[in-house]
Structures are given as structure tokens and as C-alpha cells.
């Protein structure tokens, strides 16, 4: 939706008056917060907390949304601004000032290119790292977050190439020494049912030749044993 929108501005607007406005990350912040208030959301820029300023956020169906944008000069950087996008928001803190909202979460990081004068990469991260450890009472040192196993494939368009989405599990739960992966787990938001990401967490589980998916909305755990092969067992609720 967005692509299509940046995608059906002229030309012409970025040359006409100001040959450097599409280099500017402010002008893609702009359209998008444009677009977004015309949806009727309540959208705040520049906004400020305790540790620093968030370029954008808002309040979507009962999900908070944060965002980060970047601009990238080439394919070489894209893929560094799309995880620094992410970072940034996590190491100043920008969640905590909606935590009492007791909604979910999201972290956007959005790269815009130079050249493409569009978006050119798009990540998001759900804040669900204190459900899955506190229901499961699982150490922290035993999971793997956002744990990639492909690098995405490779896609041809004119003469450049870039990556699609890579896979990548949620979490992978590991032996207490971190040497012997135990289960995929594929954690979704608290309003979706526990085994909303069981199909995922078992495909994954099939690349990577581990015995155990479970998938969780927060509140509780739904198991598949690939050793028994047998159905799907709810293992815990709160």
C-alpha cells in the first residue's frame, strides 16, 4: 500500500524547485505521517521521552506502533539501516513510555532509497520477549531471539539485485550451555489464539532438524513432539 502510494508521487516534485528533497529523510517521514492521519490514526511526530526522540508513532486497532526511518545511498547499506532502525528504538527505551497501556507493541524500522525514492526495506519486531520468558519460566540464556536462518532469496530487477525477507524463527530454545538447539518458538500477539504460529514454528522446526515447536500468544504454550509424531498438546495457560 505504501509502495504504491510513494510509488504515484511525480517525478517532477523532486526536481522541480529542489533537486535534493528526495535525499532528505524528512520528506518521506512527512508523506507517510500524511497518509497515515488521512486513515483518521493518531499520529505523533518527533516525539519526545526520557531517553531521546522517536520519529513517529501510532495508535492502530489497539496495537501501538513505533517508528524508525532511514535512508540508504545503496543495496550495501540497506540491510545495516533496516536492523539500526530496530536498535535504536530498543536502546532508547522508546517502548517503555506505553507500557502501562498494557497493548501490544510494534517496532517499524523503514528504509527509503535515494534512487528508488520509495521504500526499499520494511522490518517489524513485536515486543513479546517478557511473555514468552516469564510464562515459560525458561532462563533467558537458553533462548536464541530472532534467530535467522536464511539470508532470503535473491531477487533480479533491471540490473540490480537485492534479498527478500529472510526466514527467521522467533526464538530458539537451546541447552543450558547454548550448544544443542531444543525447539522452535514462534510467539504472536496476545490477541491471536496459542497456536496461531504452530505451522510456522513446525516448518521451521523441519529445516532446522529440531525436535520440538511450540507456539505462544503470551498466555499459553501449544507443544508438537516430532519424536512421537502425535497431535498438538496445550501445555499451559495463565
Excluded at 512527512?30 to 483518521?40: A, K, N, Q
Amino acid at each position: 500500500m505504501f509502495h504504491s502510494f510513494f510509488a504515484s508521487i511525480p517525478y517532477q516534485w523532486y526536481t522541480s524547485r529542489n533537486e535534493n528533497i528526495g535525499n532528505y529523510e524528512g520528506y518521506y517521514a512527512s508523506v507517510f505521517y500524511g497518509f497515515l492521519s488521512g486513515l483518521g490514526s493518531r499520529v505523533h511526530c518527533e516525539d519526545s521521552t526520557n531517553q531521546g526522540r522517536m520519529d513517529l508513532w501510532f495508535d492502530f486497532d489497539d496495537t501501538i506502533y513505533i517508528v524508525e526511518f532511514k535512508m540508504a545511498n545503496s543495496e550495501l547499506e540497506v540491510q545495516n539501516q533496516q536492523v539500526q532502525a530496530i536498535e535504536q528504538i530498543k536502546t532508547k527505551n522508546y517502548a517503555d513510555k506505553f507500557q502501562a497501556r498494557q497493548t501490544p507493541i510494534v517496532l517499524m524500522g523503514i528504509v527509503f532509497g535515494k534512487e528508488e525514492r520509495n521504500i526499499i526495506s520494511f522490518r517489524t519486531e513485536i515486543l513479546k520477549e517478557d511473555a514468552i520468558t516469564i510464562t515459560a519460566q525458561w532462563d533467558k540464556k537458553q533462548l536464541l531471539k530472532e534467530y535467522q536462518f536464511t539470508d532470503g532469496q535473491i531477487m533480479v530487477r533491471g540490473n540490480k539485485v537485492r534479498r527478500g525477507t529472510q526466514k527467521k524463527a522467533d526464538y530458539i530454545l537451546t541447552t543450558t550451555n547454548r550448544q544443542t538447539p531444543l525447539a522452535v518458538i514462534e510467539a504472536k500477539r496476545l490477541d491471536k489464539s496459542v497456536g496461531h504460529g504452530m505451522q510456522q514454528a513446525m516448518e521451521y522446526a523441519q529445516i532446522l532438524d529440531i525436535p520440538f515447536a511450540y507456539s505462544s500468544n503470551g498466555k499459553g504454550f501449544l507443544e508438537h513432539d516430532f519424536f512421537t509424531g502425535g497431535g498438538n498438546c496445550k501445555l499451559k495457560s495463565t
